[in-house]
């Protein structure tokens, strides 16, 4: 296995400390993690069944997979999937971490990242001793064959879509070559100016799963970052593998939360609440980064703003602290985010409003 880099957001501390320093407190946009409560119809469902001492299965509970099916099927088209190729996980982070070396890579295989990728990518191919490549093209990769491929649309952190052709060319150029594609999709749910559209749709894959997975989490959509909730789903065959693994391992999602999971797919109220929370606070911070200078690129889906001042994102990371506000330097998420900040629409509806109150006021 290769050394790990060093966890990025320790080195946020200076930031953080001068953010806090204001006299209004710190604005934390710097990390994705949910503010708003979780809905009483999840909590009661957690609640229910809390008293069960048993063993959860590793595979969820049938409903809780028939629940994600249906979600899939109704929230995002996504047709011709069995509820035996769905796998609750214990939120999405493990598996990404942990998904090159469950899927039997290793050292002499590569893994494709994006250019500018959630840095859990780069941390998975590491554990499992495998080499990395950032590339967002196809034609970068040579003749080469890589054993597996990361696709994010919505992206972390420039919000970018990938349209259906490209995800197709992807699918199709993996398929020829037998390399797994695994498609974050965690942020599917939050289109703002653009449709995302999963690698499990049919006009991507052509109604086969064949050598394809996509990750899921109710974290950002249902604000269960607190109870690790998600799951991966696609290929039957891949998915079997991982659960035989799994079931060794004891990566089990607890049965508490496998109840609120099912009733969080279910409930597509949950869903467009928070999406409108989300909105909201973007419409606020979108207007008052482009009102003070700020380029904002890309951003048309998701839980971010990809935003410029032109300048090494550190510089500017120092800028925002000293109001108050705290961000992410596009640095965490790879060499090509050197100019650009990202900025969380994680925060509550008060301290939204107060980082745009603070940058009105240059």
């Known amino acids: 296995m290769s050394s790990l880099p060093d966890f990025p957001w320790d080195s946020l501390a200076g930031a953080k400390a001068t953010a806090n320093a204001h006299p209004g407190g710190v604005v934390d946009l710097s990390v994705g993690t949910p503010v708003d409560p979780v809905a009483p119809g999840i909590r009661d469902a957690l609640a229910s069944v809390s008293d069960i001492p048993g063993y959860p299965q590793t595979h969820g509970t049938p409903q809780l997979r028939a629940a994600a099916v249906e979600a899939l099927r109704r929230r995002h088209g996504v047709t011709g999937l069995e509820p ?97 594609v695994v498609s974050d999709e965690c942020y599917l749910a939050l289109g703002w100016e653009g449709e995302p559209v999963s690698v499990l749709h049919p006009t991507v894959n052509g109604g086969s799963t064949t050598g394809l997975l996509a990750v899921h989490s109710l974290s950002k959509s249902a604000s269960l970052a607190s109870y690790r909730a998600g799951f991966v789903t696609g290929d039957p065959v891949l998915v079997a593998r991982l659960l035989e693994i799994r079931k060794h391992a004891g990566m089990i999602v607890p049965r508490p939360v496998q109840e609120a999971m099912t009733v969080a797919l279910a409930d597509d109220e949950v869903l467009r609440t928070q999406r409108e929370r989300y909105a ?83």
């Open 280 to 362: 909201r606070r973007r419409t606020v911070l979108q207007k008052a980064l482009l009102d003070n200078g700020f380029q904002i690129d890309h951003s048309e889906a998701g839980l971010y703003l990809w935003a410029t001042r032109g300048e090494d994102s550190w510089q500017t990371v120092g800028w925002l602290a000293e109001r108050g506000i705290l961000v992410a330097p596009g640095t965490f998420y790879g060499p090509a985010g050197g100019k650009h900040v990202r900025v969380a629409l994680t925060a509550t509806d008060e301290r939204v409003e107060a980082a745009a109150d603070r940058l009105a006021g240059q």
């Open 84 to 180: 035996d190729a769905v796998l609750p996980t214990i939120g999405s982070k493990e598996l990404v971490a942990w998904l090159p070396r469950l899927l039997g890579f290793g050292p002499g295989d590569t893994v494709v990242l994006p250019e500018l990728a959630y840095p859990t990518y780069e941390v998975g191919a590491l554990l499992a001793g495998a080499s990395v490549l950032r590339s967002d093209s196809l034609v970068a990769l040579g003749p080469q064959r890589p054993a597996m491929i990361w696709l994010n649309s919505p992206s972390n952190p420039t919000g970018r879509v990938l349209g259906v052709d490209h995800l197709r060319k992807v699918v199709e150029w993996a398929r020829e070559r037998d390399v797994v």
